[in-house]
């Protein structure tokens, strides 16, 4: 940075006109972000980490752990410096986070690539409207992005230190600030445990000396010692979960049950779940936008038959048993436990008529819909963007954001695929961050509700490999245009 002033400078100020962009024109205020700021505002205010009931003749603070604490003490915290429900300076706050992560990732891409692909990344990672989106959103993805960088950047500096054999520097502190990042990830969302995951499985296969494609990016040509990766491996492990106990013995305290993240659906533990329709709608669901109309609107709001795709009936006698399902929801607006039975039948019929495609098949286009659908969820244009003939300048929009995304998952994608030549430089320590992105894709894989924003996370890693492809591109234009720089690899 300091050989470079002006360009990082000029490069920050692009990333904060960006975002600031995002924060005029396309704030998002959600019923999930009114969730978090109503648990962040009773318990700074009241001291109970409860969302509030109203009923015709009283108002009171119920307990919950439908959400983690991660974000709402995040929220609680702005809301002490600057007035609880100040939203502006809650997006504020995030908008200087997501340009500290721009400087984490160019970091991470400094340690496992190159500076030449430090300062690609920094502008991939300033110029991304699907960050920047985001950071003017009151969710969490923001942060959860923020510490799976830091996560990342500060693994990448363990294993250099861990390579250099006689620097003296211990690697310990840097371990130890993985696991407290992979902690803020997993109090954030329950999902953060992947991240941990990922890390551990790739010390472990350090740890046992197992030599794959995977692990190619340890750098020593001797076997790494047991005790050396083992133990890295373990502390992270405790640190990460350590922050869940607090969680857990609080839970059992007021709510009389083990819970030591959240519960899978967000629901009270006196609220039922309607796991049938879920399960019918597994068997059928590919794409966001059923998400939003069907999958969305139960219980409580109708369902429109005709927003369903073909794929959701296999003969006319299918489709008049699921047409009549929907019309006796539609009439009661209640998914009781007798509906809610006979859409599990239906979807034990379907899933034992077509199992390939329900356990492969269907998931497999679902984590393809999250990769490569444009990530326009909380912008304008509408969900079915495909359909031009609403609004064409916002499905214009909707398709430049899909290229743009598309751009960088395939770019990221090749560096992966095409091995560099000798002249260029490896993905160092590249395990861990393949390993990240191929678990997360797993884990979406059996989620029915493919959203895209589940994959924001993986973009710090997607990014740092577009640039480690572009930055061998540059390399091989400097090398039969011009000579390199000196000293810059």
């Known amino acids: 940075m300091r050989e470079h002033r002006g360009f990082f400078l000029a490069t ?41 009931q109203s009923a015709p003749s009283v108002t009171q603070i119920v307990p919950t752990d439908t959400r983690l604490p991660g974000y709402p003490a995040f929220l609680a915290a702005v809301f002490w410096l600057f007035g609880v429900g100040n939203f502006k300076a809650v997006l504020l706050t995030q908008i200087l986070l997501d ?12 340690r496992v690539v190159s500076e030449r692909a430090a300062r690609i990344t920094l502008v991939l990672a300033a110029l ?4 920047a989106n985001y950071a003017a959103a009151v969710l969490t993805e923001t942060l959860e992005i923020f510490f799976t960088a ?78 050396r990766f083992g133990g890295a491996a373990i502390m992270i492990a405790v640190l990460a979960l350590a922050p869940l106990a607090p969680w857990t013995i609080r839970n059992f305290r007021t709510l009389h049950h083990f819970q030591p993240l959240a519960p899978r659906y967000a629901n ?34 109708q369902l429109d038959p005709r927003r369903l795709p073909s794929r959701a009936f296999e003969n006319a006698a299918e489709r008049d048993k699921t047409l009549a399902l929907i019309a006796d929801y539609n009439q ?23 199992t390939l495609r329900y356990y492969f098949v269907l998931p497999m286009l679902r984590v393809a819909d999250m990769w ?18 609403d609004d064409l300048k916002q499905s214009l929009l909707a398709v430049g954001f899909g290229l743009l995304n598309l ?45 895209p924003r589940y994959t924001l996370e993986c973009y710090p890693a997607i990014i740092v490999l577009a640039s480690a492809r572009l930055a061998r591109e540059t390399g091989r234009v400097w090398r039969y245009g011009a000579p390199l720089p000196p000293n810059k690899p």
């Open 128 to 131: 991304c409207p699907f960050l």
């Open 268 to 301: 009270e533990s006196d609220e039922a779940v309607p796991r049938g329709f879920i399960r019918w709608v597994k068997t059928w669901i590919v794409d966001y936008a059923s998400v939003e109309e069907i999958y969305w609107n139960v219980p409580g709001e």
């Open 12 to 52: 920050a100020l692009a990333a904060l006109a960006l975002r600031l962009l995002f924060f005029v024109y396309f704030p998002a205020v959600t019923d999930d972000s009114r969730v978090y700021a109503d648990l962040a505002g009773n318990w700074l205010q009241h001291g109970i980490y409860g969302q509030t």
């Open 407 to 451: 751009a960088y998952v395939a770019t990221a994608l090749s560096a992966v695929i095409l091995k560099p030549s000798r002249q260029q430089s490896e993905i160092r320590w590249a395990g861990f961050l393949l390993a990240f992105l191929l678990l997360r894709s797993i884990f979406l894989a059996t989620l029915e509700n493919p959203e």
């Open 332 to 354: 009661s607006g209640e998914m009781t436990l007798q509906l809610d039975m006979r859409f599990g039948d239906l979807a034990s019929d379907r899933i034992h008529a077509h």
């Open 372 to 389: 490569l659908r444009p990530r326009t969820e909380i912008l304008p244009p509408d969900v079915r963007w495909w359909e031009f003939n």
């Open 150 to 227: 830091l996560a990342l950047d500060c693994a990448a500096a363990a294993l250099h230190r861990m390579n250099e054999m006689q620097s003296g520097r211990s690697p310990l502190p840097l371990w130890a600030a993985t696991g407290a990042a992979i902690a803020a990830c997993i109090l954030l969302r329950p999902d953060g445990g992947i991240l941990l995951a990922a890390v551990v499985f790739y010390l472990a296969l350090a740890a046992l000396g197992i030599s794959t494609e995977l692990c190619s990016s340890l750098c020593s040509s001797q076997r790494p010692p047991f005790l």
């Open 99 to 110: 340009l500290a992560t721009c400087i984490m990732v160019a970091d991470l891409a400094r």
